[in-house]
Each structure stands twice: as structure tokens, then as C-alpha cells.
Nanobody, 125 residues
Framework: QVQLVESGGGLVQAGGSLRLSCAAS??????YAWFRQAPGREREFVATSWNAWTGDRTYYADSVKGRFTISRDNAKNAVYLQMNSLKPEDTAVYYC??????????????????WGQGTQVTVSS
């Protein structure tokens, strides 16, 4: 049975940092992503890491570029999201997602087959 389990959310002051983790069990994946959903808003893409011929590659939403870093440990089937310089508008439930497809950047929810349960990130002003 495939499962994605996130951890690392919490409450932090603006300007602070958090590191989210996502552990995949049951199989390995070529592409991982982080999405987030704030109250009353649609789930939005945050960052992705995928296998490419040249190695693991990453891509970020403009809103988090330069502040967030996605990384992965293929041996552990895990992906991480280091979030620095957090802002109140980063407050959301963060979801880990995965797909067996790689080789390209996937930013749409429909691209991902497996999802975690979500972890709450709250940034106070």
C-alpha cells in the first residue's frame, strides 16, 4: 500500500523557518511536489523535484522562489521542504504529492497520483 506521510508543520513567527518532511512507503517515485491550501482558496503548487537525465531538478512557484528549497533523498524515498523567511501569507495546509512520471516539470494537481494527509503551517505576524 502506497502512503505519503508529512511531518514538520507548526506555528512560527514571520521571518522564521520550518522544515517539512514527507516519507513515501510502498514504492519509489520519479517526481515529488509540495502544494498548499489556505482557507477559502484552491490548492496551489509550491515546488517540485523530479528525476531528469542530468540529475534531480527543481522548480518553484514565484511566490516562494528564493525562500523555499525542495530536496529529496532517493534512498529513503523522502522529500523535504525547507521554508525560510516565512510570511503570514504562507499560512496553509501543506501537502506532499508524488507520481511515477519524471523527465519534466509537473505543477498541476492532476499530474500527481498520490497525496499525503497534509500538515498545517501557521505563520504569525
Amino acid at each position: 500500500q502506497v502512503q505519503l506521510v508529512e511531518s514538520g508543520g507548526g506555528l512560527v513567527q514571520a521571518g522564521g523557518s520550518l522544515r517539512l518532511s514527507c516519507a513515501a512507503s510502498g514504492r519509489s517515485f520519479s517526481s515529488y511536489a509540495w502544494f498548499r491550501q489556505a482557507p477559502g482558496r484552491e490548492r496551489e503548487f509550491v515546488a517540485t523535484s523530479w528525476n531528469a537525465w542530468t540529475g534531480d531538478r527543481t522548480y518553484y512557484a514565484d511566490s516562494v522562489k528564493g525562500r523555499f528549497t525542495i530536496s529529496r533523498d532517493n534512498a529513503k524515498n523522502a522529500v523535504y521542504l525547507q521554508m525560510n523567511s516565512l510570511k503570514p501569507e504562507d499560512t496553509a495546509v501543506y501537502y506532499c504529492a508524488a507520481t511515477a512520471y519524471g523527465g519534466s516539470v509537473y505543477t498541476r494537481r492532476q499530474n500527481y497520483d498520490f497525496w499525503g494527509q497534509g500538515t498545517q503551517v501557521t505563520v504569525s505576524s
